[in-house]
């Protein structure tokens, strides 16, 4: 495929998509961005407020279900379990836009609580509405990737809508198409999901569907489970009942061990938060009352995302065009692996490519970054490229393969990871013996002499600093020469 993203698959201006509100998405990688349903709730757009009680709804409605015993087995997979909606190009898969979905572990999870945690749905004595991450806050396993992807099930046929709008009028008709969408309304009153159709972008013979910028995030929901630990003491503080706040405050006083560390204080806030889970309430109520910055920390994560993996990640693609033969792949996955990898490490160091991985001069330390950006190098490949294989032992970063027999698996890593030792030593080659692959590369990238130095230190111990198999990529901003261009 020759696309890289919407704009450049289907002739449109990123002004055009801009007025719309639409990300512009990628077109061979999702990108990891979601959908917080707390914008939705927080926003003063009416659709979108109409949106967040249509959740709230539907959730009442499964909750009426569970409590008067009608939910058997089937039901659960019918109206708690959805497949990912691929088709937005967002999420966490990093390998191309199939994610796994909700399954009935997220159904159970919020079936079990149904009765408890939900039970309050539409007469909210705390908090001034309901929210679907209260699941995240409880229950161990429900993330981010959960909430969004049961968000955007419920939203659907307001995001087909949206899509439609801006095909209808930006693109020509032999770039569009009718599509069914399965599962785009649910009827309350027969209690089942209906499809509908809409026109909408055709891509590789499937459609694709635009997502606004302004109900995205990254890296968590706005009410989330760090935030819970990080702000705990802000909590008991609004609670009003002296008498409970005393006893919040005792039980988590007697949860804490002599000379707690802090791992024992994050401990006893769960405990506590156990014992008294009207605490979750207040935690919900305190991230209402600061909703705007929620929405203002939003922007500004869709915007710093839109600068790296839009601008400067297309620019990367650029430098790929003019390199012809880069697209002469080598005859075998190691060599064609081994050669993504000297290119990217050659677009960091020498290129200006190390500005990809800075926010107002501060390295953003993240391996999905490197992940993404070693995998739109593979872009127009012969091979295949599977992010997140998971052969019985655990995923790998990247599989490479060209048929059965030809194999390789790639690990990516930051040099700052307290783990380094252990997965240099043992990680690569369980992946490479767990999935028949037969070599495996691994790339460490650092972004301080200190950290490089704890990495050459490292492969000194384990005596594989000579490895043709080890990269190491410089991602310093302080030793590149200042001529340098991205």
């Known amino acids: 495929m020759s696309a890289l993203y ?33 914008l939705l709730f927080n926003s003063q757009k ?8 249509q959740i709230i709804d539907y959730l009442t409605y499964l909750r009426d279900l569970a409590v008067a015993g009608e939910m058997s ?72 990737d959960m909430i969004s992807d049961f968000t955007t099930n419920l939203i659907l046929g307001y995001l087909c809508e949206y899509t439609q709008a801006f095909a209808l009028k930006h ?6 198409a009718e ?13 089942t999901w209906a499809a509908e159709r809409f026109t909408l972008p055709k891509f590789a013979d499937d459609f694709v569907i635009l997502t606004p910028k302004d109900i995205l995030t990254k890296d968590d929901t706005w009410i989330n489970k760090k935030d819970f630990i990080r702000e705990y003491h802000e909590i008991p503080r609004a609670i009003g009942d002296a008498e ?48 705007h910055e929620a929405e203002q920390l939003s922007l500004e994560k869709v915007d710093a995302s839109h600068l790296v993996y839009v601008r400067q990640f297309g620019e990367l693609i650029a430098l790929l065009k003019a390199q012809t033969s880069f697209y002469s792949e080598p005859l075998t ?18 290129k200006g490519g190390f500005r990809l ?56 890593k930051l040099a700052s990871n307290t783990g380094l030792r252990r997965q240099l030593e043992n990680q690569a080659e369980i992946y490479q013996k767990a999935s028949d692959a037969k070599s495996a590369l691994k790339v460490i990238i650092y972004f301080t002499p200190e950290e490089r130095a704890r990495a050459v230190g490292i492969l000194r111990e384990l005596k594989i600093e000579q490895s043709p198999d080890i990269v190491l990529i410089d991602a310093r901003n302080d030793n590149k020469p200042s001529g340098s261009k991205a």
């Open 73 to 144: 087995q089937a039901g659960l997979r019918n109206l708690f379990c959805f497949s990912e909606v691929k088709q937005t190009w967002l999420g966490f898969s990093h390998s191309d836009n199939s994610g796994r979905g909700l399954g009935m572990k997220f159904a159970h999870a919020l079936a079990d609580n149904l009765h408890s945690l939900f039970s309050s749905f539409g007469s909210e004595k705390i908090t001034k509405s309901s929210h679907l991450e209260k699941l995240c806050l409880i229950r161990e396993g429900v993330g981010r």
């Open 46 to 53: 009416a659709e979108y407020q109409s949106l967040h009680a």
């Open 333 to 350: 996955s190691k060599d064609a692996a081994r050669e993504k990898v000297a290119f990217l490490k050659d677009v960091i160091e020498n």
């Open 171 to 176: 693109l020509a008709p032999e770039m569009r």
């Open 6 to 38: 919407f704009s450049d698959a289907f002739g449109v201006s990123e002004s055009a998509l801009e007025k719309h509100g639409a990300f512009n998405v990628s077109l061979v990688v999702d990108l990891p961005l979601f959908i917080d349903p707390f």
């Open 357 to 412: 991985f800075y926010h107002h001069g501060v390295p953003i330390k993240k391996e999905e970054d490197l992940q993404i950006l070693y995998r739109l190098v593979w872009h127009k490949t012969r091979y295949d490229v599977s992010r997140e294989v998971n052969d019985g032992r655990g995923p790998a970063d990247f599989k490479i393969s060209y048929g059965a027999a030809d194999k390789t698996i790639v690990e990516m």
């Open 179 to 191: 599509f069914a969408v399965n599962r785009a309304r649910f009827h309350r009153n027969t209690g």
């Open 244 to 291: 409970l706040r005393d006893r919040v405050d005792g039980y988590f006083r007697r949860m804490l061990p002599k000379n707690p560390k802090q791992k024992d204080h994050a401990s006893a806030m769960r405990l506590t938060a156990i014992e008294f889970p009207i605490l979750y309430d207040y935690f919900i109520r305190y991230k209402e009352n600061h909703g």
